[in-house]
Structure formats: C-alpha cells, structure tokens
C-alpha cells in the first residue's frame, strides 16, 4: 500500500495561484508515477496532470499551461502548483498513485483523502 497525503488547498479569487503538495510514503516502488485528479460536486473524478519518477509529464488539455507538476524525489513528494485560476476549478483535488507508460496515466486504488480547492469570482 501506498499511503498519500495532500496539503495545500484552500479559498483563493479568481486570477490567483494555489501550489499543492502530495507526499507519498509505503510501498512507492510498485508505481512510477502520481497523479493529481480532482473532483467537483455531481462530476467524476477527473485527471489533472500526472508525473512519472523519470519526470515524464502529462496534463489535461483544460489545464492550458496553466498547471505545473512537479516532483522531488528525495523527499517523495509531488506538487501541483495552479495558477490564472478560474472559478471552474473549484474541486477537491486528490492525489493517487500510478504508472505512466507510453503518454497514458494508468491510476490505481491508492488515494489520498484529498484537499478542497475553491475559486471565488
């Protein structure tokens, strides 16, 4: 098991930055990558971006450049750092681990408990 703890969330205006954290302890070596997913009230749980170990990237096309993830690996921790944030982006925001392969992210089960993003207008 790979266990997952986010920080970083919390109330910002429309137009501002939010940067997340996800550290990552447990049986990391099974995944090489982590991904940021959110989810909004009635809506799935939809993917972010996401990091493999090597640094490969991936991002979702709604992200448009304005997302950036980024890891460091000594202290086994993923950051999500938003920016030009909209009031769409209004989500709680979880992190899980995974494998990215070829461009795919492919998620697991593990999850964190999440943490709530909101963009006031």
């Known amino acids: 098991q790979v266990q997952l703890v986010e920080s970083g969330g919390g109330l910002v205006q429309a137009g501002g930055s939010l940067r997340l954290s996800c550290a990552a302890s447990?049986?990391?070596?099974?995944?090489?990558?982590i991904g940021w997913y959110r989810q909004a009230p009635g809506k799935q749980r939809e993917l972010v971006a996401a990091?493999?170990?090597?640094?490969?990237?991936k991002y979702a096309d709604f992200v448009k450049g304005r997302f950036t993830i980024s890891r460091d690996n000594a202290k086994n921790t993923v950051y999500l750092e938003m920016d030009s944030l909209e009031p769409e982006d209004t989500a709680v925001y979880y992190c899980?681990?995974?494998?990215?392969?070829?461009?795919?992210?492919?998620?697991?089960?593990?999850w964190g408990q999440g943490t709530q993003v909101t963009v006031s207008s």
């Open positions: 899980g681990a995974g494998n990215l392969y070829g461009g795919k992210y492919y998620r697991s089960d593990n």
């Open positions: 447990g049986s990391t070596f099974r995944f090489n990558a």
């Open positions: 990091i493999s170990r090597s640094g490969d990237t």
